[in-house]
Protein backbone atom coordinates (compact mmCIF):
# COMPACT_ATOMS: atom_id res chain seq x y z
CA UNK A 1 0.00 0.00 0.00
CA UNK A 2 3.00 2.41 0.48
CA UNK A 3 4.34 2.13 -2.60
CA UNK A 4 0.67 2.56 -4.51
CA UNK A 5 0.69 5.58 -2.27
CA UNK A 6 4.59 6.72 -3.28
CA UNK A 7 3.39 7.13 -7.12
CA UNK A 8 0.15 8.13 -6.63
CA UNK A 9 1.72 11.10 -5.35
CA UNK A 10 4.80 11.13 -7.92
CA UNK A 11 4.74 14.63 -9.37
CA UNK A 12 6.42 14.52 -13.21
CA UNK A 13 9.51 16.50 -12.71
CA UNK A 14 9.34 19.14 -15.64
CA UNK A 15 5.82 20.05 -14.53
CA UNK A 16 7.25 20.39 -11.06
CA UNK A 17 9.79 21.95 -12.80
CA UNK A 18 7.57 24.55 -14.83
CA UNK A 19 5.54 25.31 -11.73
CA UNK A 20 8.26 26.23 -9.87
CA UNK A 21 9.55 28.60 -12.75
CA UNK A 22 6.12 30.13 -12.94
CA UNK A 23 5.97 31.05 -9.31
CA UNK A 24 9.24 32.52 -8.75
CA UNK A 25 8.22 34.28 -12.37
CA UNK A 26 5.00 35.80 -10.79
CA UNK A 27 6.19 36.33 -7.39
CA UNK A 28 9.79 37.94 -8.64
CA UNK A 29 11.05 35.16 -5.90
CA UNK A 30 14.55 33.82 -6.16
CA UNK A 31 15.45 30.27 -5.75
CA UNK A 32 16.42 30.61 -2.16
CA UNK A 33 13.16 32.53 -1.65
CA UNK A 34 11.21 29.77 -3.43
CA UNK A 35 12.38 27.28 -1.24
CA UNK A 36 11.77 29.18 1.74
CA UNK A 37 7.91 29.35 0.99
CA UNK A 38 7.70 25.59 -0.35
CA UNK A 39 9.98 24.49 2.74
CA UNK A 40 12.25 22.61 0.69
CA UNK A 41 15.96 23.22 0.79
CA UNK A 42 17.40 25.33 -1.93
CA UNK A 43 19.33 23.12 -3.15
CA UNK A 44 16.35 20.88 -3.76
CA UNK A 45 15.11 23.77 -5.70
CA UNK A 46 18.27 23.88 -7.68
CA UNK A 47 18.08 20.29 -9.08
CA UNK A 48 14.53 20.71 -10.16
CA UNK A 49 14.97 23.68 -12.10
CA UNK A 50 18.28 22.18 -13.88
CA UNK A 51 16.56 20.10 -15.51
CA UNK A 52 15.97 23.14 -18.03
CA UNK A 53 19.16 22.69 -18.73
CA UNK A 54 18.83 19.18 -20.50
CA UNK A 55 18.50 19.56 -23.93
CA UNK A 56 14.82 19.99 -25.39
CA UNK A 57 13.88 16.73 -26.49
CA UNK A 58 15.07 15.54 -23.30
CA UNK A 59 12.69 17.42 -21.60
CA UNK A 60 10.06 17.02 -24.16
CA UNK A 61 10.50 12.96 -23.48
CA UNK A 62 10.61 13.66 -19.59
CA UNK A 63 7.60 16.06 -19.82
CA UNK A 64 5.62 12.73 -21.95
CA UNK A 65 7.13 9.49 -19.97
CA UNK A 66 7.71 11.02 -17.01
CA UNK A 67 4.43 10.13 -14.74
CA UNK A 68 4.46 6.51 -16.33
CA UNK A 69 7.90 5.82 -16.17
CA UNK A 70 8.64 7.67 -12.43
CA UNK A 71 11.90 9.39 -14.12
CA UNK A 72 13.54 11.04 -10.85
CA UNK A 73 15.81 14.67 -11.04
CA UNK A 74 17.94 12.08 -8.90
CA UNK A 75 18.57 9.77 -11.28
CA UNK A 76 19.38 12.53 -13.83
CA UNK A 77 21.59 14.61 -11.80
CA UNK A 78 25.13 13.06 -13.06
CA UNK A 79 24.03 11.43 -16.13
CA UNK A 80 25.78 12.49 -19.44
CA UNK A 81 23.80 12.51 -22.71
CA UNK A 82 24.73 8.41 -23.38
CA UNK A 83 23.89 7.41 -19.99
CA UNK A 84 20.30 8.98 -20.42
CA UNK A 85 20.03 7.76 -23.69
CA UNK A 86 20.52 4.18 -22.51
CA UNK A 87 17.78 5.05 -19.80
CA UNK A 88 15.32 6.20 -21.99
CA UNK A 89 15.50 4.41 -24.71
CA UNK A 90 12.76 5.97 -26.40
CA UNK A 91 14.50 9.34 -26.33
CA UNK A 92 15.25 10.50 -30.34
CA UNK A 93 19.45 10.70 -30.65
CA UNK A 94 19.86 14.53 -32.75
Request: with cysteine.
Amino acid sequence: MKHYLHVEAYENPIEKALDYKRIMEEENLNQGQLARKLGISRVRTTQILNLFKLPQEQQDYILQYGKIEMITERALRHTTKCELLRELPRLPIC
